[in-house]
């Protein structure tokens, strides 16, 4: 199949990362893969020495989206593309402004990773859902929501859960050296939140829980692993954690090109966000074989059975996931349980395999490949 890949995106997270992975494992399976991105985005950057094919729209081309359309079309018309997949929703009406103009008229795939919150079926979304030929969502709450809001026949929606690879882990010697290294205390509790430092991502309620817990008696050391999203933000952690005496013990890693590979380095994976639509790195955490702890809403509790597979809090509950922390401090056979489990469920439920197999599956069926 002849593929273009479509996220003007710039920012850079589990969107972003996925749009670049499957590109990647496209073109490994032998299909004509195309990139196209926004000039000077970090998916720009990433793909500055791949062996990919890449097309950079340029930036200008946000104020005239007709013209952004017409380059778009030609270049789906120069490269003969059967299929054009959009990763970002900002990027839907670039893409059906697209296949209407060019000649090929390619299959619309696109992926939703964000909740809907409203109906969309006034004329302009009747336009821009007509031209969609196939609708995949992640988790089955999105996957509903679609039902209830979109101007889209149920046939179109197809769940697709994300699929993690097998993920290479590092060894207790390392661990102690990189621990050591960021001074973090290695015979204390520890926990890990990976994800962009921002509000949204909830970071200060992990540190008052910390807090909590400090007053409680119990020692832990906490690490934030991240793209620094809103600078004032992290400012504003670190003042806190200061002020609670709670600087030795809260420590930021910056950003890892592959975080995976400290996971079995901590005690615990922790997602504070107030509703997460997936949850990636949880799924992460559990296949690396470290017990998880997230949010009780968004597509979350899809991946964490409380007490099973993983803990739950209410969104938001300081005191809640204080307690889910102080349960898996003094109970290392919980830890034990919980990670084995939960590493079982990702298994068998968030395979790689499994996920790319159910989309060429649909790119076939809409494109008519064997």
Known sequence: MKIAELCTSSGWGGLELYALNISEWLQQQGHDCLVVMKSGSLIAERLHNSKLKTISLR???KQLPLLAARRLARIIDQHQCELLHVHWTKDLPLAVLAKCLSRSKPKLVFIRHMALTRHKR???HRFIYRNIDAYLVITKRLQAEAERFLPLAKDKIHLLYHGVAELEQANRSYCESFLSDKRIDKEQFRILLPGRIEH?????????????LQQQGLDVEVALLGH????????????????WGLKDHFHYLGFIDKPTYIFDCFDVIVLTTYAETFGLV??????????????????????????????????????G???????????????????????????????ERQHYTKLIQIFTALTGHS
Not at 200 to 212: D, R, T
Not at 229 to 243: E, G, I
Not at 290 to 317: M, Q, R
């Open 59 to 61: 930036s200008r081309f």
């Open 122 to 124: 006034d004329l302009y």
């Open 200 to 212: 949204g991502k909830g970071q200060h309620i992990l540190l008052e829980a910390v807090h909590q």
């Open 228 to 243: 620094i999203m809103d600078q004032a933000y992290f400012d504003n952690l670190q003042k806190k954690s200061q002020a």
């Open 282 to 319: 949880l799924i992460e955490g559990m296949k690396c074989g470290v017990p998880v702890i997230g949010s009780n809403a968004g597509g979350v509790p899809e991946i964490i059975e409380h007490g099973k597979t993983g803990l739950l809090y209410e969104p938001g509950d300081v005191a």
């Open 321 to 351: 996931l204080a307690a889910c922390l102080q349960q898996l401090a003094s109970e290392p056979g919980l830890r034990k349980k919980l990670a084995r489990a939960g590493q079982l469920f990702a298994d068998e439920v968030f395979s």
